[in-house]
């Protein structure tokens, strides 16, 4: 199965603080994406990066990717409260169906007050 | 502008029932995915479907469950018989043919009694 697995599965930290958030998964990509989910909503788009990048800044988020170890993790600086959410990889194959995404199962991101 | 479009939000349904679920996508997508969040879980594919035509249905139960995507109205995903793990909620998402990111609706919340 090509579906990406996030890690930690959860992670509480003080606002303020940086929170990192790491996904592998198994076969060539296309690309890989990360989403959010607050509770009880629907996911939205945060940040796109394609397999031939290696980095990616949108505002205080900054994602990774290393095709080599077939991982990328996100990073979001100077955490706050309204960043606590579910956020999840998402990645497309490269060869078979680029139009087909496969999602981990997310961190938990709790960021307190 | 309006973005994805699910409905109804929370559906309740007793054991045997059948389920309906609406997917409006945005303005000028052709693209739908279906999808399923169990609790404190990621999302699992279900389907994928263009204007009159399933692509993949990989990820739909063989039985009980059939999606469709008419040239006219929303996309719709049926369960027929519900029983209680069915339970769970449905998230569609909608993008343009060319498109690397997806829209993710509200999501339905189903509960079977």
């Known amino acids: 199965s090509q579906q990406g697995e996030e890690d930690p599965q959860a992670l509480s930290i003080q606002e303020g603080e940086n929170a990192t958030m790491n996904c592998s998964y198994k076969t060539s990509i296309n690309n890989l994406q990360w989403y959010r989910q607050n509770s009880g909503r629907g996911l939205v788009h945060l940040i796109l990066?394609?397999?031939?990048?290696r980095e990616k800044h949108s505002g205080r988020l900054r994602v990774t990717l290393d095709t080599s170890k077939k991982s990328s993790s996100l990073l979001i600086t100077a955490s706050r409260a309204a960043d606590t959410a579910s956020y999840f990889c998402?990645?497309?194959?490269?060869?078979?169906?680029?139009?087909?995404?496969?999602f981990g199962s997310g961190t938990k991101l709790n960021v307190k007050p | 502008n309006a973005g994805v479009m699910q409905n109804p939000r929370h559906l309740v349904r007793r054991r045997g029932q059948e389920a309906r679920l609406r997917c409006s996508p945005m303005k000028g997508h052709s693209h739908v995915y279906w999808y399923r969040q169990l609790p404190e879980e990621g999302l699992k594919f279900m389907v994928y479907l263009q204007k009159e035509n399933i692509i993949d249905e990989s990820g739909m139960p063989k039985e009980r469950f059939s999606a469709e995507f008419p040239k006219e109205g929303p996309s719709i995903l049926r369960i027929q018989q519900v029983v209680r793990g069915d339970s769970a909620a449905y998230f569609c998402a909608t993008k343009t043919g060319g498109a690397e990111t997806q829209y993710f609706g509200p999501g339905t919340r189903l509960l079977v009694l």
């Open positions: 990066i394609r397999s031939n990048e």
């Open positions: 998402a990645t497309t194959d490269s060869v078979y169906n680029f139009n087909k995404f496969y």
